[in-house]
């Protein structure tokens, strides 16, 4: 694999922007229509714009050479090849390593709905490690988030895994505070606090 695979939820980005949309589209109309009590209002719908794009428009799963980073809404775990011992997708992608558990925010699987809209073909070809029993579960179908991730993720690392290239030298996972995201979003939880009480 020589150029990364970035992979984000298509319906967390779309519940983002549809947040954000309102959210500004309310903080215009209480500025035109009242702008002295929009100071009360609208760091509430900074807070809930800005929330909406931390947890659903953010997040990210990155596969390249070096392993596979999480990005969730606090954190970015990155985690080498030679770490992951299985990849799962019941409630999201899950990646058991050496170190513990990482769930990626951003490749959640798919709920009951979803399931009456999917497609035989989406359970075939599908990398060796995706069938438990010779079947597949919901979360490993390509159509949703957690199983294009999972698509990505298994087959370098059973490329890999094949090639014997799979060595866990035993070093700490890379962690990465998302300090501006914590931040910004103090500053908002503080600015609504603010101005309810002023």
């Known amino acids: 694999m020589s150029e990364a695979h970035v992979l984000r939820s298509r319906f967390g980005r779309i ?8 959210c500004a589209a309310a903080a215009i109309i209480l500025i035109i229509q009242s702008p002295p009590d929009a100071w009360r209002v609208v760091p ?11 947890a659903y428009w953010a997040p ?3 596969v ?6 999480v990005a969730n ?9 030679g770490q992951i011992q299985r990849i799962d997708t019941r409630f999201a992608l899950t990646l058991y390593t050496s170190h513990g558990r990482v769930s990626a925010w951003a490749a959640p699987a798919p709920g009951r709905h979803a399931l009456l809209f999917t497609q035989r073909e989406q359970g075939k070809h599908l990398p060796e490690t ?24 298994r087959r370098q690392w ?5 090639a014997g290239a799979l060595v866990d030298d035993g070093a700490p996972r890379d962690v990465r505070l998302h300090i501006a995201t914590i931040t910004t979003g103090a500053l908002l939880v503080v600015a609504v606090v603010l101005s309810m009480v002023l």
């Not at 059973?158 to 094949?162: A, H, I, M, N, T």
């Open 130 to 153: 995706s069938y438990l029993d010779g079947t597949v579960r919901p979360g490993d179908l390509v159509g949703s988030d957690s199983g294009a991730a999972a698509y990505v993720v």
């Open 15 to 22: 519940l983002a922007g549809s947040i954000g949309a309102v």
């Open 60 to 62: 990210y799963v990155r």
């Open 73 to 81: 809404v606090f954190r970015t775990i990155h985690v080498p090849w």
């Open 158 to 162: 059973e490329k890999l895994r094949d």
């Open 44 to 54: 509430l719908l900074a807070l809930l714009a800005f929330a909406a794009w931390a």
């Open 64 to 69: 390249d050479d070096d392993g596979v980073a």
